[in-house]
């Protein structure tokens, strides 16, 4: 449903964002950027360095850096869902959408009109608008589902048959797309896929905390929603 709350300066915060939630922000934002940059040089491999093979492990880093970053992405997203279940309201925006709820469209067009310099008045929200959190859903969630999934199927084929990755992932995702080839393919798109969102994300975030009178960033490092005047704010849950 949707309720109103009028934030006065007796109240110019409002704690949104807890501290576990915060933590998983940043650290799957460095994962995310760490795995983007090193397998971009994966699907890319640099040139052939000169001199004896031995002396060089460059790729071998640029793998393990990749694999270390996928572990961290991967039970990253496992903690941020177990997160879903034990923290407040606003730890389940990402995941249950309000999708029959006709006000809550209202919202995602209102904003896709701000957005477009459309909209003169900005709403304000005590967690994520309509527009980011539907956004965030489908690009952002599902998108991190599916490169873990298909990374731990594309990993287990390199640890083979036996290891935990390849029982769970390799022996029916790779039979799923029908070759390995396949997989690479749809993972290195995927890449590309989650990084038009964080582009996106990054933009909106810094915007927003400029034009919207409302704290944005600073948020998502304190938990605690700052409003700039006394206006109403959509407390949409």
């Given at each position: 449903?949707?309720?109103?709350?009028?934030?006065?300066?007796?109240?110019?915060?409002?704690?949104?964002?807890?501290?576990?939630?915060?933590?998983?922000?940043?650290?799957?934002?460095?994962?995310?950027?760490?795995?983007?940059?090193?397998?971009?040089?994966?699907?890319?491999p640099l040139?052939?360095?000169?001199?004896?093979?031995?002396?060089?492990?460059?790729?071998?880093?640029?793998?393990?850096?990749?694999?270390?970053?996928?572990?961290?992405?991967?039970?990253?997203?496992?903690?941020?869902?177990?997160?879903?279940?034990?923290?407040?309201?606003?730890?389940?925006?990402?995941?249950?959408?309000?999708?029959?709820?006709?006000?809550?469209?209202?919202?995602?067009?209102?904003?896709?009109?701000?957005?477009?310099?459309?909209?003169?008045?900005?709403?304000?929200?005590?967690?994520h608008n309509?527009?980011?959190?539907?956004?965030?859903?489908?690009i952002l969630?599902?998108?991190?589902?599916?490169?873990?999934?298909?990374?731990?199927?594309?990993?287990?084929?390199?640890?083979?048959?036996?290891?935990?990755?390849?029982?769970?992932?390799?022996?029916?995702?790779?039979?799923?797309?029908?070759?390995?080839?396949?997989?690479?393919?749809?993972?290195?798109?995927?890449?590309?896929?989650?990084?038009?969102?964080?582009?996106?994300?990054?933009?909106?975030?810094?915007?927003?905390?400029?034009?919207?009178?409302?704290?944005?960033?600073?948020?998502?490092?304190?938990?605690?929603?700052?409003?700039?005047?006394?206006?109403?704010?959509?407390?949409?849950?």
């Amino acid at each position: 449903m949707n309720t109103k709350t009028i934030v006065h300066q007796s109240q110019p915060a409002i704690y949104v964002y807890e501290a576990p939630l915060r933590v998983w922000h940043w650290v799957n934002a460095l994962s995310i950027y760490v795995l983007m940059l090193t397998g971009y040089f994966i699907a890319h491999p640099l040139p052939t360095m000169p001199g004896e093979a031995s002396d060089h492990f460059l790729m071998g880093y640029i793998r393990f850096a990749h694999f270390a970053a996928g572990y961290i992405f991967v039970i990253g997203l496992v903690v941020r869902i177990y997160w879903v279940f034990v923290g407040n309201r606003h730890a389940r925006e990402l995941f249950l959408l309000p999708i029959f709820n006709k006000e809550w469209w209202g919202g995602v067009w209102h904003e896709l009109k701000w957005y477009m310099f459309l909209e003169k008045e900005p709403k304000k929200y005590t967690g994520h608008n309509p527009l980011a959190t539907l956004f965030m859903h489908f690009i952002l969630l599902w998108g991190s589902i599916f490169m873990a999934v298909t990374g731990l199927a594309l990993y287990g084929e390199g640890t083979q048959a036996g290891s935990w990755a390849h029982t769970l992932f390799t022996s029916w995702v790779i039979p799923l797309f029908g070759q390995s080839q396949t997989v690479h393919t749809w993972h290195n798109l995927g890449m590309w896929y989650i990084m038009l969102f964080v582009i996106m994300h990054t933009y909106v975030a810094i915007r927003e905390d400029i034009m919207s009178r409302q704290s944005i960033i600073s948020t998502m490092v304190s938990g605690w929603r700052m409003f700039k005047d006394d206006r109403d704010v959509d407390d949409h849950h």
